[in-house]
């Protein structure tokens, strides 16, 4: 068999992954113009719901603010103090420390002057040992609860049965929230009392930022580029998945760095379910189906507005890490839920949101990264078709940079965080970078990932941490 022979046969391949890669962007077009619309509809009723915000804030539901802690010795005073100074009538904080093994606890105990306290709670969703329970004598509403380690869904699980407050807010420890976030974030539920189940908002990059008393005081870009990456690709993500996906109410991930639940909705689903890599999907995706089975009217949103800042991850290391494990995470969750695919009792959520998860999300990197690998060898060879060179690059690396692109100007225009010329010009020299390397760096982990899950491999992985301003 001669190279010449096997020419037709690699094209046609390489022709098939150019359709492929037109669809997949297509449906990011479809998603980011959703995006656009929401967001203007949006800015059209922001003086209304500001107003809304001023007259209900006095009637806005008591939350309880759940941030589980492991070894989160850098970054938990600066977060805890975000979680204090929320513009909210009525906040309790509970920060569930898991067994962490440096100085998480000690750092809380001293600068928040805790002392042990007996409180109770319903050991429904973990029977995992309670070593000891804090409250603080300066912030009587901080609550700190000492455990045995037992990962993050069951950190969770412990802070919902300490909780006081029908609707609690999973944040991450290492996440410093805006001011105003949870009054905006809460709104939904004052609106569709009986619908609403959860909430999630737009999370951001910190590094780079300036970072006083928990608030980001002056938001920046970091120079390290592995950071400067994440910020374009956070921003596409959220404009052109979680906002576009919202008109469909088949919003499937609400961030673990910051999302508002309903209490009794979430026991009654199970609570977090231990052991998962990826518990903040898995849970939206499980309420979702037992939503669904019930017949019962609900919604699960998610607001472009509200901002988390979160430390992202800023050597190859740890950022190979983090994708790793969101990969085996994501496989985990549609593995469980795969009877949800297709299916039309699960309405737009079956027949549309799930299989994009799976068929672009889950499989998208084995697909890309095929294409590739056949791409360079036909190249190589001498086999490569002009014509399927050019529509591969412009269907799968060009068209991704468009949308890049157009999502850095829609948040420049609509959500301007970083109002310098030089930071937007900057961001614009990005979206080449990322499209030119860290994307297809990102498929091989993402696809390493797939790997692991099938061999088994269930551990979260080491996350290095740094201080906001350091």
Same mark, same amino acid.
């Given at each position: 068999? $001669?190279?010449?022979?096997?020419?037709?046969?690699?094209?046609?391949?390489?022709?098939?992954?150019?359709?492929?890669?037109?669809?997949?962007?297509?449906?990011?077009?479809?998603?980011?113009?959703?995006? =656009?619309?929401?967001? @203007?509809?949006?800015?059209?009723?922001?003086?209304?719901?500001?107003?809304?915000? %001023?007259?209900?804030? /006095?009637? &806005?539901?008591?939350?309880?603010?759940?941030?589980?802690?492991?070894?989160?010795?850098? $970054?938990?005073?600066?977060?805890?103090?975000?979680?204090?100074?929320?513009?909210?009538?009525?906040?309790?904080?509970?920060? /569930?420390?898991?067994?962490?093994?440096?100085?998480?606890? &000690?750092?809380?105990?001293?600068?928040?002057?805790?002392?042990?306290?007996?409180?109770?709670?319903?050991?429904?969703?973990? #029977?995992?040992?309670?070593?000891?329970?804090?409250?603080?004598?300066? !912030?009587?509403?901080?609550?700190?609860?000492?455990?045995?380690?037992?990962?993050?869904?069951?950190?969770?699980? /412990?802070?919902?049965?300490?909780?006081?407050?029908?609707?609690?807010?999973?944040?991450?420890?290492?996440?410093?929230?805006?001011?105003?976030?949870?009054?905006?974030?809460?709104?939904?539920?004052?609106? !569709?009392?009986?619908?609403?189940?959860?909430?999630?908002?737009?999370?951001?990059?910190?590094?780079?930022?300036?970072?006083?008393?928990?608030?980001?005081?002056?938001?920046?870009?970091?120079?390290?580029?592995?950071?400067?990456?994440? =910020?374009?690709?956070?921003? %596409?993500?959220?404009?052109?998945?979680?906002?576009?996906?919202? !008109?469909?109410?088949? $919003?499937?991930?609400?961030?673990?760095?910051?999302?508002?639940?309903?209490?009794?909705?979430?026991?009654?689903?199970?609570?977090?379910?231990?052991?998962?890599?990826?518990?903040?999907?898995?849970?939206? =995706?499980?309420?979702?189906?037992? #939503? @669904?089975?019930?017949?019962?009217?609900?919604?699960?949103?998610?607001?472009?507005?509200?901002?988390?800042?979160?430390?992202?991850?800023?050597?190859?290391?740890?950022?190979?890490?983090? @994708? !790793?494990?969101?990969?085996?995470?994501?496989?985990?969750?549609?593995?469980?839920?795969?009877?949800?695919?297709?299916?039309?009792?699960?309405?737009?959520?079956?027949?549309?949101? +799930?299989?994009?998860?799976?068929?672009?999300? +889950?499989?998208?990197? =084995?697909?890309?990264?095929? #294409?590739?690998?056949?791409?360079?060898?036909?190249?190589?060879?001498?086999?490569?078709?002009?014509?399927?060179?050019?529509?591969?690059?412009?269907?799968?690396?060009?068209?991704?940079?468009?949308?890049?692109?157009?999502?850095?100007?829609?948040?420049?225009?609509?959500?301007?965080?970083?109002?310098?010329?030089?930071?937007?010009? &900057?961001? +614009?020299?990005?979206?080449?970078?990322?499209?030119?390397?860290?994307?297809?760096?990102?498929?091989?982990?993402?696809?390493?990932?797939?790997?692991?899950?099938? %061999?088994?491999?269930? #551990?979260?992985?080491?996350?290095?941490?740094?201080?906001?301003?350091?």
């Amino acid at each position: 068999m $001669t190279l010449e022979s096997l020419a037709p046969t690699v094209n046609a391949l390489l022709t098939s992954s150019i359709f492929y890669f037109m669809a997949i962007n297509s449906l990011y077009m479809l998603l980011l113009l959703a995006a =656009v619309y929401a967001i @203007r509809k949006n800015k059209k009723l922001q003086p209304v719901l500001s107003d809304m915000q %001023r007259r209900f804030a /006095v009637l &806005a539901p008591p939350v309880t603010v759940i941030a589980p802690a492991y070894n989160e010795e850098e $970054t938990i005073l600066d977060s805890v103090k975000s979680f204090l100074s929320f513009n909210y009538p009525s906040t309790e904080i509970i920060v /569930v420390n898991d067994g962490s093994k440096d100085s998480t606890l &000690a750092k809380l105990i001293s600068e928040y002057s805790l002392e042990e306290t007996s409180l109770i709670y319903d050991p429904t969703l973990s #029977a995992t040992k309670i070593r000891g329970t804090y409250r603080s004598r300066i !912030h009587p509403n901080l609550v700190v609860v000492d455990k045995e380690n037992g990962g993050k869904a069951d950190a969770l699980n /412990v802070g919902i049965e300490f909780a006081s407050s029908e609707i609690f807010c999973a944040v991450d420890s290492d996440s410093l929230i805006e001011e105003d976030a949870l009054l905006k974030v809460v709104l939904p539920f004052i609106e !569709h009392p009986k619908e609403m189940i959860a909430v999630g908002g737009t999370v951001r990059v910190a590094n780079g930022s300036e970072v006083r008393f928990g608030r980001v005081t002056k938001p920046g870009l970091s120079m390290n580029p592995l950071c400067l990456m994440q =910020v374009v690709e956070y921003t %596409r993500a959220f404009l052109c998945g979680r906002v576009g996906w919202n !008109h469909l109410n088949c $919003t499937l991930v609400i961030s673990g760095a910051f999302g508002l639940f309903r209490r009794d909705t979430v026991i009654e689903a199970g609570g977090y379910k231990e052991g998962s890599l990826g518990e903040d999907m898995e849970l939206i =995706v499980r309420l979702h189906k037992a #939503a @669904r089975r019930r017949g019962s009217p609900y919604r699960i949103e998610f607001l472009p507005d509200p901002v988390c800042w979160t430390q992202a991850p800023s050597d190859f290391k740890t950022l190979y890490r983090q @994708r !790793h494990r969101w990969q085996r995470g994501l496989a985990g969750t549609l593995l469980m839920n795969y009877d949800m695919l297709f299916n039309p009792k699960y309405g737009a959520l079956g027949i549309l949101a +799930l299989p994009y998860f799976v068929f672009v999300e +889950l499989l998208g990197p =084995v697909i890309e990264l095929a #294409a590739l690998v056949l791409l360079i060898v036909a190249g190589l060879c001498g086999i490569l078709e002009t014509e399927t060179f050019i529509l591969s690059v412009l269907a799968g690396v060009l068209y991704g940079v468009i949308l890049s692109i157009s999502s850095v100007l829609i948040e420049a225009v609509h959500y301007p965080k970083y109002p310098k010329t030089r930071q937007f010009l &900057a961001l +614009l020299a990005v979206t080449l970078g990322e499209s030119f390397g860290y994307r297809q760096l990102t498929a091989v982990w993402r696809l390493m990932g797939l790997f692991s899950y099938a %061999r088994g491999d269930r #551990a979260w992985g080491k996350m290095k941490r740094a201080s906001f301003n350091g």
